[in-house]
């Protein structure tokens, strides 16, 4: 039988303390026991990417949009409703020719069927709500299931982590969002949310609430990056925090290492505890790519994100300063990461059990118990 540890507001969040050691480098081989799953990841251009992954379970972003232009003349990603409502469209058409075996997960009974993997929908912004608040329950119907407050810039709803400084956390329209997310049974999300605005929906939710993908900010000072008060709001509402892929918020090291992850992994499970905390990517399934070969930090993490740093930089926003020197984890940039982590984890001093929890079992059970 397998154990389940609900954590709720009113569970006391345990960490590993001390007993988890530094990570060594990686060793021997990691038997999969667990259930695998992502707390951000993409359809893959390649159905059988999925299988081979190992992936039992992943959230994963169908919103789409276009580059626009702010008041400033900044240019920034902007999810529509008309974009929003054919790409949800289309992931569930095509999941349904293309990808035998894999199930968009409606309810709780849709988690952990033999043979099946699950899919949870997401869109990365409440942009494509607008001030319509009946479209929240109008794409839940369309299979939405997780809803992000925020993405890289602040909106109607709420304060994103690139105004951080003096944003206003959660506006009425965003308090009234949390409470009609709760209503249908959308699940908040608050990746690429201010500290205001993730401590004020722990505060108006009536509902666990996720952070599907970030880091720690102890570990790397960076507003992207989840502080402790975050990351335990979010454990305390019986929620989950995915630690995703992007290295350079997740180590300033100038080489980044599965060690630098297990790091950011154990950081959270000392903070909220071992039933708080999962895997997310971030990235494509298969690792992220540069004219169809594996990114390579040195070549490419200027070119690929050096435009969009320098942009940020110009605008003030805290914590981008020199243009990073790496964007992946070379040795987990693949279509094994996860079988990568999780012999990561246990060289790092996770029990077995433990890193069963981190690899899908929090997923698994977050979303048994909150999918209706």
Not at 84 to 113: H, K
Not at 148 to 172: I, P, V
Not at 247 to 263: D, G, I, N, Q, R
């Amino acid at each position: 039988m397998r154990e389940t540890r609900k954590l709720t507001r009113r569970s006391a969040i345990g960490g590993l303390g001390a007993a988890v050691l530094a990570a060594p480098a990686l060793s021997g081989a990691a038997e999969k026991s667990g259930p695998y799953a992502d707390g951000m990841s993409f359809l893959p251009e390649n159905p059988a990417d999925i299988a081979r992954s190992g992936l039992d379970l992943f959230i994963t972003d169908v919103s789409a949009g276009e580059q626009d232009v702010d008041a400033n003349g900044n240019s920034f990603f902007h999810r529509k409703f008309e974009s929003c409502d054919r790409s949800i469209t289309a992931a569930a058409a095509r999941i349904r020719s293309e990808f035998p075996g894999v199930q968009v997960a409606r309810s709780g009974r849709d988690i952990g069927r033999k043979g099946s993997v699950a899919v949870i929908f997401q869109f990365q912004g409440c942009e494509p709500i607008d001030r319509d608040l009946s479209r929240i329950r109008y794409f839940r119907d369309k299979g939405l299931r997780v809803l992000q407050l925020t993405h890289n810039e602040s909106n109607s709803f709420a304060t994103a982590y690139s105004d951080e400084r003096g944003g206003f956390g959660l506006s009425q329209l965003g308090i009234d969002g949390i409470a009609e997310m709760n209503r249908v049974r959308v699940i908040p999300d608050v990746s690429h949310a201010s500290e205001a605005t993730t401590l004020e929906t722990a505060h108006h939710t009536k509902a666990p609430f996720l952070l599907s993908h970030g880091a720690c900010r102890s570990l790397l000072n960076h507003p992207r990056a989840a502080t402790d008060r975050m990351i335990r709001s979010v454990a305390e509402s019986g929620g989950v925090f995915g630690i995703f892929m992007m290295s350079f918020w997740l180590t300033a090291a100038a080489v980044p290492t599965p060690e630098h992850y297990v790091a950011q992994v154990r950081h959270a499970v000392n903070v909220a505890g071992v039933d708080s905390v999962g895997i997310a990517n971030d990235y494509p399934m298969e690792g992220l790519t540069v004219d169809g070969r594996p990114f390579d930090n040195e070549k490419d993490t200027v070119r690929s994100y050096g435009p969009w740093w320098q942009a940020n930089q110009k605008r003030g926003i805290p914590g981008f300063g020199p243009i990073p020197r790496h964007a992946v984890i070379p040795e987990l940039n693949n279509i094994d990461r996860l079988a990568l982590i999780h012999r990561a984890l246990l060289a790092g001093g996770f029990k077995s059990r433990e890193a069963d929890r981190i690899m899908g079992e929090n997923w698994t059970r977050f979303f048994e118990e909150n999918l209706q």
